[in-house]
């Protein structure tokens, strides 16, 4: 079981460290919202965390079938709902194409959101946008 702490430490600021690794996060509140955006958001951090569990259930994927996905990047954008205030949309534009995948490769890879962690502990109310350059 992974275990994380959080700290508090003012100024709407928080330091999260992982216990296994002892490696940190650190979150600020955004620009838009009182904060001063100096680091990664919380709900920035579930953007990423998206797009995160997509490349790690890829990875794995490529690993089984013996293919590589090295080099693969990803923009992702958040789009927040003012009211209520929250995450609406995340869209990500994974790049696959310096990976020379073949189509039994890229099949694969397109239906692995589906099968993601994070992308089933959404709500359904945030849309995911996904696409994939080959």
């Given amino acids: 079981m992974t275990k994380m702490t959080s700290k508090y430490v003012g100024g709407l600021r928080t330091e999260n460290t992982h ?29 990423t965390a998206l797009c995160d569990c997509i490349f790690t259930i890829t990875g794995i994927t490529a690993q089984t ?25 995340v869209k990500i534009d994974f790049d696959y194409s310096m990976c020379n995948l073949n189509e039994k490769q890229q099949t694969i890879i397109r239906r692995i959101p589906e099968t993601c962690p994070v992308s089933r502990s959404l709500s359904p109310e945030v849309k995911q946008t996904i696409t994939f350059k080959f």
Avoid: W
Avoid at 27 to 44: C, V
Avoid at 74 to 86: D, H, L
């Fill in 65 to 89: 079938y013996n293919f590589s996905i090295d080099g693969a990047t990803a923009q992702i954008e958040k789009i927040m709902n003012e009211s209520p205030r929250r995450v609406a949309e």
């Fill in 19 to 47: 216990l296994q690794s002892g490696n940190r996060i650190i979150t600020d509140a955004p620009l838009d919202n009182h904060g001063k955006g100096e680091a990664f958001s919380p709900t920035d951090l579930l953007a």
